[in-house]
């Protein structure tokens, strides 16, 4: 065992205290100097504890995490990589950057990590324009059907760099392989770009792989909705099929805001071309204090309880969409096969806008999205989104979730229905809802994602 991959416990007693001892000044001197962010920071937490997250683009961060990204490894400026770099002082940060990269390739079976994008939409614009010649095809989902903006939608700058062509999902919101097939022989994109938003569906990476060589296009895999399942074993794996795969680490993986970039395993490109996309070719600086949080969070998605938790988020996500097809509210695709179920509206008069509003005042946290072929503008929607990821780090069952499940489906078909917003909130379904959520948040998260971080 090497001092990098030492467990957790094992630093020396000195050097704890040193860094709680900074910490702890730090935060006296916040309270001191600046009161009013302190109690904003308050109110937030008070927020958090008092509803319930189900926005499907949000896992819950380790606090773990959240700490390693305050300690002093932010403060220091470096570009390049390990062993290259154009700044002095970078000795331990070479350090904790080849740790968060070995963690990334342990986990998820990767030969080549780069941990520095500093989101996940910079890792997907890293390859489009550093791998992209101008005028070059990219073949992707199209947004309202589950497509992501940074997949060259329209509204995207990369759009105006390259030719975007766009496949969709058919009448029962899957994609169609043998349909996209031809299409790809049509359009013969430079790259084929599978995953998105809002596809709740296990997507089919051989396929896309078997599509892209026919025409020799690059394949780029886009995990950051279902990383954390595709970590745990929950969902097959990008990594034998695609040429590279790009994810956030705070959607499913419990970490800081930012990304990762992965080689796949028989990619026709080499790690340096997508190191160079990264840097120089995309920024510059990377946050090495949120490259430490990102090791955090690695090393806890390599646990056998992680693992655990993502086999409860497809649970409970089938849960809630099962409650929806039962009070009549339809799901695209009619269910899920991830942490995701997206509500179909587009039958009634409400928008996603104003339902997810409802749930909001109920203590509820989903967000309106656009479903295939949606009649109504993206500011107003004709779906909600539904993610699980939190719930499966709480401290609940599948008994207290099939509650939540029936009582927010119902309070959806009760809105959907023409119930005005106000009577629902005050009305039965509206109290069963807030009281499901007032018991649910009452029990806190699960202490092995409370003591999160450590190393498997």
């Given at each position: 065992?090497?001092?990098?991959?030492?467990?957790?416990?094992?630093?020396?007693?000195?050097?704890?205290?040193?860094?709680?001892?900074?910490?702890?000044?730090?935060?006296?001197?916040?309270?001191?100097?600046d009161a009013p962010l302190v109690r904003l920071a308050h109110a937030e937490l008070r927020r958090q504890r008092g509803t319930l997250n189900l926005v499907a683009a949000a896992s819950p961060t380790l606090p773990a995490a959240l700490v390693a990204h305050a300690l002093l490894f932010s403060s220091v400026t470096a570009e390049g990589y390990a062993g290259g770099r154009y700044h002095p002082g970078t000795e331990v940060v070479d350090q904790v950057?080849?740790?968060?990269?070995?963690?990334?390739?342990?986990?998820?079976?990767?030969?080549?990590?780069?941990?520095?994008?500093?989101?996940?939409?910079?890792?997907?614009?890293?390859?489009?324009?550093?791998?992209?010649?101008?005028?070059?095809?990219?073949?992707?989902?199209?947004?309202?059907?589950?497509?992501?903006?940074?997949?060259?939608?329209?509204?995207?700058?990369?759009?105006?760099?390259v030719t975007a062509s766009y496949y969709e999902v058919d009448e029962r919101g899957l994609i169609d392989h043998a349909a996209l097939a031809v299409l790809v022989k049509q359009v013969r994109p430079r790259l084929l770009i599978c995953g998105g938003s809002a596809y709740p569906r296990q997507l089919d990476f051989a396929a896309f792989r078997a599509a892209a060589d026919e025409v020799d296009a690059l394949l780029m895999a886009d995990v950051s909705h279902v990383s954390g399942l595709v970590a745990a074993g929950a969902h097959p794996s990008p990594v034998p099929h695609c040429d590279v795969i790009t994810t956030s680490t705070y959607k499913q993986l419990c970490g800081p805001r930012g990304g990762l970039l992965l080689r796949g395993a028989s990619s026709r490109l080499d790690a340096r071309a997508l190191d160079r996309a990264v840097f120089p070719g995309f920024q510059g600086t990377p946050d090495f204090g949120g490259i430490a949080a990102k090791a955090v969070a690695l090393g806890f998605a390599a646990r056998p309880e992680f693992a655990a938790a993502m086999r409860r988020v497809v649970r409970y996500a089938r849960t809630f969409a099962g409650a929806l097809a039962d009070h009549g509210v339809p799901v695209v695709s009619g269910g899920t096969d991830s942490h995701l179920v997206l509500a179909d509206l587009r039958a009634v008069a409400v928008t996603g806008?104003?339902?997810?509003?409802?749930?909001?005042?109920?203590?509820?946290?989903?967000?309106?999205?656009?479903?295939?072929?949606?009649?109504?503008?993206?500011?107003?929607?004709?779906?909600?989104?539904?993610?699980?990821?939190?719930?499966?780090?709480?401290?609940?069952?599948d008994a207290e979730v099939a509650e939540l499940a029936r009582a927010t489906a119902a309070v959806v078909a009760e809105v959907a229905g023409g119930g005005r917003p106000d009577a629902v909130v005050r009305g039965s379904r509206g109290r069963d809802l807030a009281g499901c959520v007032a018991g649910i948040t009452a029990r806190g998260y699960r202490e092995d994602w409370r003591q999160g971080g450590a190393v498997a």
């Amino acid at each position: 065992m090497t001092g990098l991959d030492a467990p957790a416990g094992l630093a020396d007693g000195a050097d704890l205290a040193a860094v709680r001892a900074w910490c702890a000044d730090a935060l006296v001197s916040l309270d001191r100097r600046d009161a009013p962010l302190v109690r904003l920071a308050h109110a937030e937490l008070r927020r958090q504890r008092g509803t319930l997250n189900l926005v499907a683009a949000a896992s819950p961060t380790l606090p773990a995490a959240l700490v390693a990204h305050a300690l002093l490894f932010s403060s220091v400026t470096a570009e390049g990589y390990a062993g290259g770099r154009y700044h002095p002082g970078t000795e331990v940060v070479d350090q904790v950057e080849q740790l968060a990269r070995g963690r990334a390739e342990r986990l998820f079976g990767a030969p080549h990590a780069n941990v520095q994008p500093l989101s996940g939409s910079a890792a997907n614009l890293a390859v489009l324009y550093g791998l992209l010649d101008p005028g070059d095809t990219v073949l992707a989902l199209e947004l309202d059907h589950g497509g992501h903006l940074t997949h060259v939608s329209r509204g995207a700058s990369i759009a105006k760099r390259v030719t975007a062509s766009y496949y969709e999902v058919d009448e029962r919101g899957l994609i169609d392989h043998a349909a996209l097939a031809v299409l790809v022989k049509q359009v013969r994109p430079r790259l084929l770009i599978c995953g998105g938003s809002a596809y709740p569906r296990q997507l089919d990476f051989a396929a896309f792989r078997a599509a892209a060589d026919e025409v020799d296009a690059l394949l780029m895999a886009d995990v950051s909705h279902v990383s954390g399942l595709v970590a745990a074993g929950a969902h097959p794996s990008p990594v034998p099929h695609c040429d590279v795969i790009t994810t956030s680490t705070y959607k499913q993986l419990c970490g800081p805001r930012g990304g990762l970039l992965l080689r796949g395993a028989s990619s026709r490109l080499d790690a340096r071309a997508l190191d160079r996309a990264v840097f120089p070719g995309f920024q510059g600086t990377p946050d090495f204090g949120g490259i430490a949080a990102k090791a955090v969070a690695l090393g806890f998605a390599a646990r056998p309880e992680f693992a655990a938790a993502m086999r409860r988020v497809v649970r409970y996500a089938r849960t809630f969409a099962g409650a929806l097809a039962d009070h009549g509210v339809p799901v695209v695709s009619g269910g899920t096969d991830s942490h995701l179920v997206l509500a179909d509206l587009r039958a009634v008069a409400v928008t996603g806008r104003q339902v997810a509003d409802v749930l909001r005042r109920l203590g509820v946290l989903v967000n309106m999205n656009l479903v295939p072929r949606d009649p109504r503008p993206a500011a107003e929607t004709s779906g909600i989104r539904i993610g699980t990821n939190d719930l499966g780090f709480r401290r609940v069952g599948d008994a207290e979730v099939a509650e939540l499940a029936r009582a927010t489906a119902a309070v959806v078909a009760e809105v959907a229905g023409g119930g005005r917003p106000d009577a629902v909130v005050r009305g039965s379904r509206g109290r069963d809802l807030a009281g499901c959520v007032a018991g649910i948040t009452a029990r806190g998260y699960r202490e092995d994602w409370r003591q999160g971080g450590a190393v498997a």
